[in-house]
């Protein structure tokens, strides 16, 4: 896959507080579906991706806050082809929700029939955003969570339907999962790794 080539792309706007993405239908995307990077407060919600490879909904880098992931539906999310020139990502390893800062929220989200994940929480903040004065001292793993309710995750081949595995998850005091659903995947349901 190329760099910044993904069907639908809030690409370092910072704030776009208004815009958003929604009722779009992805389908046989060679590379991701719909990212957020270095962009903050855009609302992406109700679009349907299927059969595509690669994370397929995705927070970039860890440098994006207050997005809305609402009542998306990603299937069949599979592998990036092994020769892809992405050696320093980790889309051989697909999460249908690909999520690098917890600081946002997914509300009525699916992910089922994941090669992965269905949800993956890979807390790490990069360049570029981690050049930006927002993020500076800033890491992602021991942020607060945003809003993680109502989301479903079944049919997953990964580690987990919903896992924080392998950066870990520092979660703060009171931090919530609320009503998740997450069934018939290969290993665990939600896999919290500290």
């Given at each position: 896959?190329?760099?910044?080539?993904?069907?639908?792309?809030?690409?370092?706007?910072?704030?776009?507080?208004?815009?958003?993405?929604?009722?779009?239908?992805?389908?046989?995307?060679?590379?991701?579906?719909?990212?957020?990077?270095?962009?903050?407060?855009?609302?992406?919600?109700?679009?349907?991706?299927?059969?595509?490879?690669?994370?397929?909904?995705?927070?970039?880098?860890?440098?994006?806050?207050?997005?809305?992931?609402?009542?998306?539906?990603?299937?069949?999310?599979?592998?990036?082809?092994?020769?892809?020139?992405?050696?320093?990502?980790?889309?051989?390893?697909?999460?249908?929700?690909?999520?690098?800062?917890?600081?946002?929220?997914?509300?009525?989200?699916?992910a089922a029939g994941s090669e992965g994940n269905g949800f993956w929480f890979e807390l790490k903040l990069r360049r570029p955003s981690a050049l930006l004065p927002i993020n500076q001292g800033v890491h992602p793993k021991h942020l607060a969570l945003g809003t993680f309710e109502n989301n479903t995750a079944h049919s997953n081949r990964g580690r987990a339907g919903i896992t924080t595995y392998f950066s870990g998850y520092l979660a703060p005091p009171g931090t919530v999962w609320t009503n998740i659903k997450s069934y018939k995947n290969m290993h665990s349901g939600l896999f919290q790794h500290g």
């Open positions: 896959g190329r760099l910044g080539r993904y069907p639908l792309h809030f690409h370092m706007s910072e704030s776009v507080d208004g815009s958003t993405f929604a009722k779009n239908v992805i389908y046989k995307s060679n590379q991701r579906c719909i990212v957020a990077h270095g962009s903050h407060n855009a609302t992406i919600t109700g679009n349907v991706a299927y059969d595509t490879k690669g994370h397929c909904f995705m927070l970039e880098d860890g440098g994006e806050y207050d997005n809305i992931f609402s009542f998306n539906l990603g299937a069949k999310t599979a592998k990036l082809p092994p020769n892809t020139p992405r050696a320093s990502e980790t889309d051989s390893d697909p999460s249908t929700f690909w999520i690098t800062n917890p600081s946002n929220h997914f509300i009525g989200n699916v």
